[in-house]
């Protein structure tokens, strides 16, 4: 019965495995049907694609390279969306382009108007002013497919590319208009293939976010067109004495041209080459179809004179790194601050930075050709680290090359007070005994200037004469005996003082193998009169927005000095470093009744001399050699860095409170040398400084001029009284200004 009747209970079991068996089935169907309809659906695939088959001959000249060319362009391109995603952060800012139309005025130290840098916003031109033949010369000469390409002129590219080939060197550019302005925004002058990279993807993004109209202005304000000037219209101020506005069509033409080499082209260096270049853009006007030939000749037959500009003296070195200073300072503000005109008194000292202009170029043509030297920086600074004169080079309109700040030179010898410093806070004392003899690390022994030893002798012996031997011993001697030790507690001591530049750990460190710049060196000099003190070198003394409000002060808001060597360290160094000038490398840098101190330098194969000094008023460093680091022949720098720096001193210790040096009487200072006058006058004639403020006399003028901004704030519009006057005598080179905002915060170099 059982059989007949199964128990429903237990009749789920049979039909969940027929539901499993029923599943796999299907499932095993469906796997055959799918391989069955994939093979057909290949085969169909495959008799579709023979219709395209290519062999023999034409497979290999044709498909397999298209192919092998698909696949390397598109690895390439996953490539150089790597190498442009640091590009990209420049943009990563809303602010980008505001950041980047600063227009900034610059004073001197005793608020005289001394240049300006960046846009000018109140007088920049709406493109539709532009005279037309501006801008059919700039598109016919840099970009004639501007308004037809993306960002990318790939016709133009390629037509560049052939062109340089065939020419076997770079003959023609190919970068679009929107590349160059990328270039100008975002990037660096360097000819590399990242950077290339860059400035196309820049290029791309630029063209999604502006119009070409607005491209195409930003590129006429912000190109850099030499002689300071930024923008065609600067330019034209610079060259022609006009507005962008007015310029006629040989004027157009030349200031199109100074784009590709602004340098090259400049009129004021380079007349008759400025005026080839401008009839090549004439050419390139009648080839792009803008103009006919009728229409240029004119301008071929009469073309442009630019305005004399060999007596302009701009301090263009100092100016360029006080804008610098005042872009790194901008970038800390607060975002919501949309200000970018600015006022800015700078520590410049103009009839300072005339006197060290005119001493390089006269020393230089003297004595240059004799010791094979043909460059130079020099930098002046007061001990609070403002810099009062900064020569970058012999010639700004021939190289913009900054060499006061940029320029990566070995300071040889100058080096060593950084190593005796460290030696006296390790526990030596000036008259402490060092052998001269000797030594070696590793397989490295230096030998001294003159090839000899001269046995036991005090530290200030050694620093007197610029023993090499005594300052590698000193480095081991501070190490207690392990001169990796010691070395890296130099450099520790040299970088708190103010060296920014890397500093490897190599044995030649003590003498003065690795680079620094003239500017950090000198200014890391000031901690020695300053007591141990260690101050910034810095060009900005006050900073005010356009409708004159104070937004910045140095004194209020800059780096503090910082106390990084006691006092009694740095008071024996100014007295052994006294010695130096006195009785060793440096005397002809002696300036009458200043008592100075300082240290020569001199590195292998004489490539570089240097003269580091200071007083108690100021801190001043030279250095003299060839950009291309050939040899000079046998400069020391006890001999032209010291007659330079000496003649610059002299002139800047004129008229003011001569202060001593911590430890060093000042009515003792030695006799001048006869050959440091001979020196002086070869500099040229002398220049009699005026008297200048004291220190306490210009701290009173800034607070009355505090004091009447806050009561200018305070009164009603109504209370204000306007008055006329005339205008004031001008005062004589590097002398203030009586009244109004330069005077009130004029320092003095008595400091």
Same mark, same amino acid.
């Given at each position: 019965?059982?059989?007949?009747?199964?128990?429903?209970?237990?009749?789920?079991?049979?039909?969940?495995?027929?539901?499993?068996?029923?599943?796999?089935?299907?499932?095993?169907?469906?796997?055959?049907?799918?391989?069955?309809?994939?093979?057909?659906? +290949?085969?169909?695939?495959?008799?579709?694609?023979?219709?395209?088959?290519?062999?023999?001959?034409? &497979?290999?000249?044709?498909?397999?390279? /298209?192919?092998?060319?698909?696949?390397?362009?598109?690895?390439?391109?996953?490539?150089?969306?790597?190498?442009?995603?640091?590009?990209?952060?420049?943009?990563?800012?809303?602010?980008?382009?505001?950041?980047?139309?600063?227009?900034?005025?610059?004073?001197?130290?005793?608020?005289?108007?001394?240049?300006?840098?960046?846009?000018?916003?109140?007088?920049?031109?709406?493109?539709?002013?532009?005279?037309?033949?501006?801008?059919?010369?700039?598109?016919?000469?840099?970009?004639?497919?501007? +308004?037809?390409?993306?960002?990318?002129?790939?016709?133009?590219?390629?037509?560049?590319?052939?062109?340089?080939?065939?020419?076997?060197?770079?003959?023609?550019?190919?970068?679009?208009?929107?590349?160059?302005?990328?270039?100008?925004?975002?990037?660096?002058?360097?000819? #590399?293939?990242?950077?290339?990279?860059?400035?196309? =993807?820049?290029?791309?993004?630029?063209?999604?976010?502006?119009?070409?109209?607005?491209?195409?202005?930003?590129?006429?304000?912000?190109?850099?067109?030499?002689?300071?000037?930024?923008?065609?219209?600067?330019?034209?101020?610079?060259?022609?004495?006009?507005?962008?506005?007015?310029?006629?069509?040989?004027?157009?033409?030349?200031?199109?041209?100074?784009?590709?080499?602004?340098? $090259?082209?400049?009129?004021?260096?380079?007349?008759?080459?400025?005026?080839?270049?401008?009839?090549?853009?004439?050419?390139?006007?009648?080839?792009?179809?803008?103009?006919?030939?009728?229409?240029?000749?004119?301008?071929?037959?009469?073309?442009?004179?630019?305005?004399?500009?060999?007596?302009?003296?701009?301090?263009?070195?100092?100016?360029?790194?006080? =804008?610098?200073?005042?872009?790194? /300072?901008?970038?800390?503000?607060?975002?919501?601050?949309?200000?970018?005109?600015?006022?800015?008194? #700078?520590?410049?000292?103009?009839?300072?930075?005339?006197?060290?202009?005119?001493?390089?170029?006269?020393?230089? $043509?003297?004595?240059?050709?004799? +010791?094979?030297?043909?460059?130079?920086?020099?930098?002046?600074?007061?001990?609070?680290?403002?810099?009062?004169?900064?020569?970058?080079?012999?010639?700004?309109?021939?190289?913009?090359?900054?060499?006061?700040?940029?320029?990566?030179?070995?300071?040889?010898?100058?080096? $060593?007070? +950084?190593?005796?410093?460290?030696?006296?806070?390790?526990?030596?004392?000036?008259?402490?005994?060092?052998?001269?003899?000797?030594?070696?690390?590793?397989?490295?022994?230096?030998?001294?200037?003159?090839?000899?030893?001269?046995?036991?002798?005090?530290? #200030?012996?050694?620093?007197?004469?610029?023993?090499?031997?005594?300052?590698? $011993?000193?480095s081991i001697s501070i190490g207690n005996g392990n001169p990796k030790v010691g070395r890296a507690k130099i450099v520790a001591l040299a970088k708190s003082m103010g060296l920014r530049t890397p500093l490897p750990d190599t044995p030649s460190l003590p003498i003065g193998a690795d680079e620094v710049t003239v500017l950090d060196h000198t200014v890391a000099y000031a901690t020695f009169p300053n007591l141990g003190k260690s101050v910034t070198a810095h060009a900005l003394l006050e900073v005010r927005t356009g409708d004159g409000n104070v937004i910045w002060r140095f004194d209020r808001d800059g780096p503090k000095p910082r106390q990084v060597m006691p006092p009694a360290v740095a008071t024996d160094m100014i007295y052994?470093?006294?010695?130096?000038?006195?009785?060793?490398?440096?005397?002809?840098?002696?300036?009458?009744?200043?008592?100075?101190?300082?240290?020569?330098?001199?590195?292998?194969?004489? &490539?570089?001399?240097?003269?580091?000094?200071?007083?108690?008023?100021?801190?001043?460093?030279?250095?003299?050699?060839?950009?291309?680091?050939?040899?000079?022949?046998?400069?020391?720098?006890?001999?032209?860095?010291?007659?330079?720096?000496?003649?610059?001193?002299?002139?800047?210790?004129?008229?003011?409170?001569?202060?001593?040096?911590?430890?060093?009487?000042?009515?003792?200072?030695?006799?001048?040398?006869?050959?440091?006058?001979?020196?002086?006058?070869?500099?040229?004639?002398?220049?009699?400084?005026?008297?200048? /403020?004291?220190?306490?006399?210009?701290?009173?003028?800034?607070?009355?001029?505090?004091?009447?901004?806050?009561?200018?704030?305070?009164?009603?519009?109504?209370?204000?009284?306007?008055?006329?006057?005339?205008?004031?005598?001008?005062?004589?080179?590097?002398?203030?200004?009586?009244?109004?905002?330069?005077?009130?915060?004029?320092?003095?170099?008595?400091?």
């Amino acid at each position: 019965m059982r059989e007949l009747y199964p128990d429903p209970e237990k009749d789920w079991k049979p039909k969940i495995q027929r539901w499993l068996l029923d599943s796999d089935a299907r499932f095993d169907d469906f796997i055959f049907q799918a391989g069955r309809w994939t093979r057909e659906i +290949y085969e169909r695939f495959s008799m579709f694609m023979d219709r395209f088959h290519i062999g023999g001959w034409r &497979r290999w000249t044709f498909i397999e390279p /298209l192919s092998e060319g698909a696949t390397l362009g598109l690895g390439g391109m996953i490539v150089m969306l790597a190498l442009a995603q640091s590009a990209f952060r420049e943009t990563s800012d809303d602010d980008w382009l505001k950041k980047s139309e600063l227009a900034v005025t610059f004073l001197d130290r005793y608020g005289n108007e001394i240049g300006s840098r960046g846009i000018k916003h109140n007088d920049s031109i709406p493109l539709e002013e532009f005279p037309d033949a501006l801008i059919k010369a700039t598109l016919a000469t840099e970009d004639r497919r501007f +308004y037809e390409h993306f960002g990318i002129d790939i016709g133009g590219t390629l037509r560049a590319f052939t062109t340089n080939l065939r020419a076997g060197g770079v003959q023609q550019g190919g970068s679009s208009l929107s590349q160059q302005l990328a270039k100008n925004l975002f990037l660096t002058n360097e000819r #590399t293939i990242e950077r290339k990279i860059k400035e196309a =993807f820049l290029a791309i993004w630029l063209e999604s976010r502006l119009t070409k109209n607005e491209i195409l202005k930003l590129y006429l304000d912000r190109a850099y067109l030499g002689g300071g000037a930024f923008g065609v219209d600067a330019a034209a101020q610079f060259y022609f004495n006009k507005s962008a506005r007015d310029v006629n069509l040989a004027e157009a033409a030349m200031l199109a041209g100074m784009f590709k080499a602004p340098t $090259k082209y400049a009129p004021h260096i380079n007349l008759p080459a400025a005026r080839g270049r401008a009839n090549q853009v004439l050419d390139n006007l009648v080839e792009a179809g803008f103009m006919t030939e009728g229409q240029v000749f004119g301008a071929r037959r009469n073309p442009a004179t630019a305005v004399d500009r060999r007596d302009d003296r701009a301090p263009n070195y100092f100016l360029d790194y006080a =804008f610098d200073e005042v872009k790194k /300072l901008v970038s800390t503000f607060p975002k919501s601050m949309n200000e970018r005109v600015f006022l800015v008194r #700078t520590s410049l000292d103009t009839g300072l930075q005339r006197v060290a202009d005119t001493t390089v170029d006269n020393l230089l $043509k003297q004595y240059g050709r004799d +010791y094979h030297a043909s460059q130079s920086a020099v930098v002046i600074a007061d001990l609070e680290g403002g810099v009062r004169a900064m020569v970058g080079g012999r010639d700004y309109t021939s190289s913009q090359f900054n060499r006061a700040t940029d320029a990566l030179r070995q300071p040889g010898s100058s080096f $060593k007070p +950084y190593v005796y410093a460290m030696a006296l806070e390790s526990g030596m004392k000036p008259t402490t005994t060092v052998v001269d003899g000797p030594v070696c690390i590793g397989n490295w022994c230096p030998h001294n200037y003159e090839g000899s030893y001269r046995g036991a002798m005090t530290l #200030t012996s050694a620093m007197t004469h610029s023993i090499n031997t005594i300052a590698v $011993k000193l480095s081991i001697s501070i190490g207690n005996g392990n001169p990796k030790v010691g070395r890296a507690k130099i450099v520790a001591l040299a970088k708190s003082m103010g060296l920014r530049t890397p500093l490897p750990d190599t044995p030649s460190l003590p003498i003065g193998a690795d680079e620094v710049t003239v500017l950090d060196h000198t200014v890391a000099y000031a901690t020695f009169p300053n007591l141990g003190k260690s101050v910034t070198a810095h060009a900005l003394l006050e900073v005010r927005t356009g409708d004159g409000n104070v937004i910045w002060r140095f004194d209020r808001d800059g780096p503090k000095p910082r106390q990084v060597m006691p006092p009694a360290v740095a008071t024996d160094m100014i007295y052994m470093m006294n010695k130096v000038t006195e009785e060793g490398t440096a005397r002809r840098a002696l300036i009458p009744g200043v008592r100075i101190a300082g240290k020569t330098g001199t590195t292998n194969a004489f &490539r570089d001399a240097w003269f580091v000094g200071y007083s108690g008023n100021m801190v001043g460093g030279v250095w003299i050699g060839n950009d291309d680091y050939s040899s000079t022949n046998r400069m020391t720098g006890g001999s032209l860095p010291a007659m330079v720096w000496q003649a610059i001193m002299s002139y800047a210790h004129q008229g003011i409170e001569i202060k001593p040096l911590p430890g060093l009487p000042l009515d003792k200072a030695p006799p001048t040398p006869a050959r440091n006058q001979i020196a002086s006058q070869a500099a040229g004639p002398p220049v009699m400084r005026p008297t200048l /403020l004291t220190a306490r006399g210009t701290q009173v003028l800034i607070q009355i001029e505090h004091l009447m901004d806050e009561a200018a704030r305070t009164l009603p519009a109504s209370a204000v009284v306007s008055e006329v006057s005339p205008d004031p005598v001008p005062p004589r080179d590097g002398a203030p200004r009586a009244g109004g905002y330069a005077s009130a915060g004029a320092p003095t170099s008595g400091n």
